[in-house]
Nanobody
Framework: QLSLVESGGASVQSGGSLRLSCAVGGFSVDDCSFGWFRQAPGKEREKIGCFSRGDGTRTYEDSVKGRFSISKDSALNLVFLQMNNLKPEDSAIYYC?????????????RGQGTQVIVFP
């Protein structure tokens, strides 16, 4: 059974960087398409990006393109979200998602989330 545990959230000043981690249990990250999404209080869930197992491509939403990067460590079975040049509007709870043996992300699974606060 798939399990996801996010960590690494923190409070950071605008312009700073954070790296979020997601421990994937039950399956190898190499067998997954995986990604991240976020949700701020009172707002709709927002997709951030996806690493597609089908063709190995990474895609990102325009709001984070050039600032955020998704990667993995196959040996440790971890997924990462590197966030640079953070802005106050990036403040949200961040969730990782994984789709086992799928060619793309469906954003249906998630862990408990980790909170990111970016102050001016």
């Amino acid at each position: 059974q798939l399990s996801l545990v996010e960590s690494g959230g923190a409070s950071v000043q605008s312009g700073g960087s954070l790296r979020l981690s997601c421990a994937v249990g039950g399956f190898s990250v190499d067998d997954c398409s995986f990604g991240w999404f976020r949700q701020a209080p009172g707002k709709e869930r927002e997709k951030i990006g996806c690493f597609s197992r089908g063709d190995g491509t990474r895609t990102y939403e325009d709001s984070v393109k050039g600032r955020f990067s998704i990667s993995k460590d196959s040996a440790l079975n971890l997924v990462f979200l590197q966030m640079n040049n953070l802005k106050p509007e990036d403040s949200a709870i961040y969730y990782c998602t994984a789709d086992v043996f799928q060619r793309a992300c469906h954003f249906g699974s998630r862990g408990q989330g980790t909170q990111v606060i970016v102050f001016p």
